[in-house]
């Protein structure tokens, strides 16, 4: 029997698990599949709350106190398990490519300044300057730099690494077949490894939570939006900054690989890429950097964002199910808001504290 009990093994479960470890409190992770299988893996590894989160409100305050924990979240990481998790804070650009773009561009820069973050409005050879491979029909731009990216796939097998080597007992493989209740409280799950009982269960599977609820008859609205991207070599195309345009993104990451992306497409469970999405990230991206049209071509893949009705996670306790949490429905942005997840949600498990946790309860669609 263990304190908690995490079900589901993308970058919220390894979080939660990590930060539980680090404070003293026995954990069990779960995963049906591989670790960071699914959405995790798939992702860009953008950390771009600036840029990501269109009005200032608790969506953004979250992604900005989260990307201020990533230096620090990063360095332990790597302090712990002697690897590299390719954390770049080096800057990104919001590019305007014609008037109407710019208007817009410019509303939100001025709010961004008004709300007193680190961000600079750009025009012409300005931009140029700070990204030279950008095209020359960029008329504006915010530049933001301090937001970056991180290899999220080193950044999991990190938090593998460090989840197994402060004790957290890893199941991955283990497909859980039921949520296990005794006497109105949920006390762990029955899974295909025999029953896992723990103090407190916390639900963290990514755009399969609501399914995962369901085995109690509760709905949460938790759906998967696929995400299709694409890699590119950066030989030849030196980019510095991260760039995103209203039809897609280019991340220069620093294994030498140009990600862009991405599509927002409805397939249900499925996350095959289609040539319609390669063809939308490629006609979406290349207008920005004129040298991807000679870029090589390196892989394709697809992945399933856990979106839910109001695209805010769900974080905290299910209403009527004692010893039941949910850390889910990330949206865009689970590799960003994974260090403050995991921080506010150990705080609710370790001390009770919910204040962090309000604009986020999934009671707000559950109360009814
Ligand atoms: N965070 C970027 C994406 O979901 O495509």
Not at 104 to 112: C, I, R, V
Not at 198 to 213: F, P
Not at 223 to 244: E, K, Y
Not at 295 to 317: C, H, N
Request: charged letters at 15%; glycine letters at 12%.
């Amino acid at each position: 029997m263990s304190d908690c009990l995490v079900v589901g093994g993308g970058i919220i479960g390894l979080s939660l698990a990590y930060e539980l470890s680090r404070r003293g409190i026995s954990v069990a992770l779960v995963e049906q599949g591989e670790w960071g299988g699914q959405a995790s893996s798939a992702a860009a590894g953008m950390l771009a709350p600036l840029k990501e989160f269109t009005a200032p409100g608790p969506m953004l305050d979250m992604g900005m106190e989260s990307l201020a924990l990533y230096p620090g979240w990063a360095h332990d990481l790597e302090e712990c398990t002697s690897g590299d998790v390719q954390l770049s804070l080096e800057g990104l650009l919001t590019v305007a490519l014609n008037d109407q773009e710019q208007e817009l561009l410019e509303a939100k820069y001025q709010w961004q300044k008004e709300s007193g973050h680190s961000v600079h409005w750009l025009v012409g050879k300005e931009i140029a300057e700070v990204e030279p491979m950008l095209t020359d029909k960029a008329q504006a731009a915010i530049y933001s730099p301090d937001e970056g990216h991180i290899n999220n796939r080193l950044l999991l097998r990190a938090l593998v690494t460090a989840c197994r080597l402060q004790g957290v007992k890893l199941l991955s493989g283990c497909v859980v077949s039921g949520i296990a209740v005794k006497a109105g409280k949920v006390v762990g799950v029955d899974s295909s490894m025999g029953p896992l009982r723990a103090g407190h269960t916390v639900i963290t599977s990514g755009a399969w939570a609501g399914i995962m609820l369901e085995m109690l008859g509760v709905s949460v609205p938790v759906r998967p939006v696929r995400g299709q991207i694409a890699a590119v070599s950066s030989v030849g195309i030196p980019l510095r900054t991260v760039i995103f345009g209203t039809t897609g993104y280019i991340t220069p990451k620093k294994d030498g690989k140009i990600v862009i992306g991405a599509t927002e497409d409805e397939s249900g469970f499925q996350r095959e890429v289609t040539l319609a999405g390669l063809a939308s990230i490629l006609n979406g991206v290349m207008p920005y950097v004129p040298a991807l049209h000679a870029a090589t071509f390196l892989e394709a893949w697809g992945g399933l964002r856990p979106a839910t009705a109001d695209r805010k996670p769900l974080l905290g306790p299910i209403p009527g199910w004692a010893g039941l949490s949910i850390a889910g429905g990330h949206f865009r942005n689970g590799i960003l808001l994974s260090p403050i997840t995991a921080k506010w949600m150990a705080d609710y498990l370790e001390q009770g504290k919910t204040e962090q946790l309000t604009p986020f309860m999934p009671s707000r669609f559950l109360d009814n």
